[in-house]
């Protein structure tokens, strides 16, 4: 924990955001054993996530990786344009070398896997709460490859909402703008990424 003027101890405000009950439950269980946290908001989907933080503040928050309603990269892209956004640590059993890469290319401030400890996870969380970046090993150059660093941010909102299985009027409504500025949008994601349809567009997000 951090000290304040008055030297007083700063408990890290937490949200979780998983598919799984089970696994909620259980990191609902090893929060309220640390007084370092105290844990504020439970999701099980990104879209929710992204809804509820606009009116509950955190610090931090644990993140899933793969979830049906907006995935780990829906949250990392959605808030890339934020202000006063919290620090995400993805927290995952996807297996695969590329995914701290891609958590790490689309935002995110710390990768843990689900098979550590949970003292990991937490002295993780901490670690980003006081301003640090948690990762393994990796070959950052990797990183630059990425297809998806052509994009604007606005664009790679777009992408991770159609992606998310959302239609041209909802992403309008969720943006603030005109259905057309969305064609715009997704006109734009067609030519820098040299697909034709929306399904290889988000196919191509997928993979990146």
Known sequence: MLENSLGEKKTYQVGVVDKSPLVQAGLKQILSEDKRFELVLICSGGVEFIETIETTAIDVAIAGWVMADGDGKYILDHLRSSLNKPKIVVFTGAEGGAVPAQAMAHGAAAFVSKSEQPKMLLDTLAEVAGGRMVFPYMDVRKINDNPL???????????????????????????????????????NIYGKLQVNSRAQAVALYLRS
């Open 149 to 187: 660093s052509a994009l604007t941010e606005r664009e790679l909102e777009v992408l991770s909402s159609l992606s998310a299985g959302r239609n041209n009027k909802e992403i309008a409504y969720d943006q603030g703008v005109s259905p057309n500025t969305v064609k715009f949008h997704i006109k």
